[in-house]
């Protein structure tokens, strides 16, 4: 499968890696050339925009610093948005529920699924492959994570977008993961 992967620093050189590793074809984008280097030295395609890598492939995943990066990333001028083949972009940043809902509705617009996917874990999890990956979205498109996903050895958890309750249960999920205890399902 041929994969976008944009935002390929610390968290997104690992999942970019694993999916190379794993035999897919990974177009990879990111501010820094070193980062995109590193990931070129070991058989990913470099290319210079989100739309670029949007006009080649049906799966976007990006993993970027903050909100805002997501947003213009997404939808900008040189955006995943304007792509001639994209069918679903994937944000494994932490969007947050009120900027992942914009992006959905924007992208939407154009016939783009956006599954809200944040992990949990660090750069520790992403190099092991034992991130915990929230997966908000249309139960079909999300199978294409959990595919992706479990190359990477990954722990899934899933949630419908049209799920009110879907904030309550990510809050629970996080104070969960962080005292422990049993995850909510």
């Known amino acids: 499968m041929d994969i976008g992967f944009i935002g390929v620093g610390q968290m ?8 190379l590793e794993a035999g897919h074809r990974v177009l990879v984008c990111d501010s820094r050339r070193e980062a ?5 030295a070991i058989g990913a395609s470099a290319r210079d925009c989100a739309r670029a890598i949007a006009d080649e492939v049906e799966t976007v995943m990006v993993s970027l610093p903050t909100p805002d990066v997501v947003l213009a990333v997404a939808t900008g001028k040189a955006g995943v948005i304007g792509g001639k083949r994209v069918r679903r972009f994937i944000d494994l940043s932490t969007t947050g529920a009120v900027m992942a809902k914009r992006i959905f509705d924007l992208l939407k617009a154009r016939n783009i699924t956006q599954i809200d996917s944040p992990v949990s874990g660090g750069v520790t ?3 092991k492959g034992t991130l915990a990956v929230m997966v908000s979205g249309p139960r079909a498109e999300a199978a294409h994570v959990e595919h992706q996903k479990r190359e990477g050895r990954s722990h899934l958890l899933h949630r ?14 996080m104070v969960a993961e962080q005292a422990g205890s049993e995850l909510p399902t």
């Open 12 to 19: 997104g050189f690992h999942m970019a890696r694993r999916l």
């Open 36 to 40: 995109v280097d590193r990931l070129t």
């Open 125 to 127: 999890g992403a190099a």
């Open 160 to 173: 419908s977008s049209q799920d009110e309750n879907w904030p309550a249960w990510y809050a629970s999920y």
